[in-house]
């Protein structure tokens, strides 16, 4: 099946400092995901990007569907406290039914 | 308030045992979807299905069952044959490609435990 590879794994970092995460995969996608996921919840959409080239704010989290529509990266501006946990990238091909195949994740831990 | 609501949260099954997770949404979704998350893992497919009445594989799906008797409904069943139960369920739904915007939206998990 397809394979999304999500990088870094995981990042300790501290508090106010900016994040930047990304996932390449050897296929097309048409639409690029990012979720977050606290411990002991169900993951949290954070941005849904559906065109190659685009680029999409929310609050302190920015996101772009890469060009080739083969990656996609998740940058988080002057992290708090709260930003910690699991983020998921995930790919969807409108040819395979609007499945999801989902990154491993990085988990982010933020010092205060 | 619309959403997906997974039942139990937790859940202790005997081995031997079937059990089934509920997942009922009121997004008026017709795609609703089963994953996995072991620790440290991502998410993997269980099952899925597009419309009522139907259903299809995803990457994992032996030792699992479901059925999608109704739209809002989407019921997984852990049988015996699956030969390591442990893990955090999640169930999804999304409108169907075709119908807008297709991303999935998650439920708050079941974490089941074989004692």
């Known amino acids: 099946g397809q394979q999304l590879n999500q990088s870094p794994q995981s990042m300790f970092i501290q508090e106010g400092e900016d994040v930047s995460m990304n996932c390449t995969s050897s296929?097309?996608?048409?639409?690029w995901l990012w979720y977050k996921q606290e411990p002991g919840e169900g993951p949290v959409l954070l941005i849904a990007l559906y065109k190659a080239g685009e680029l999409t704010s929310n609050g302190r989290l920015t996101a772009q569907f890469g060009i080739t529509r083969k990656d996609s990266f998740l940058n988080i501006s002057a992290s708090i406290p709260s930003d910690v946990g699991i983020y998921f990238c995930?790919?969807?091909?409108?040819?395979?039914?609007?499945?999801?195949?989902f990154g491993d994740g990085t988990t982010l831990t933020v010092k205060p | 308030d619309g959403g997906i609501t997974q039942s139990p949260k937790y859940l202790f099954r005997k081995e031997g045992q079937n059990v089934t997770l509920s997942c009922e949404q009121n997004?008026?979704?017709?795609?609703m979807y089963w994953y996995r998350q072991d620790p440290g893992q991502g998410l993997r497919l269980i099952y899925y299905?597009?419309?009522?009445?139907?259903?299809q594989k995803g990457d994992i799906a032996e030792g699992y069952s479901v059925s999608r008797e109704k739209k809002e409904s989407f019921p997984l069943t852990v049988t015996s044959a699956q030969k390591n139960p442990t893990a955090f369920y999640l169930c999804a739904s999304s409108s169907p490609v075709g119908r807008g915007d297709t991303e999935a939206f998650f439920g708050q998990g079941t974490r089941l435990t074989v004692v």
């Open positions: 997004l008026n979704h017709d795609a």
């Open positions: 995930a790919g969807q091909d409108n040819t395979n039914a609007g499945k999801s195949t």
């Open positions: 299905s597009q419309i009522v009445n139907d259903f």
């Open positions: 296929s097309i996608f048409n639409t």
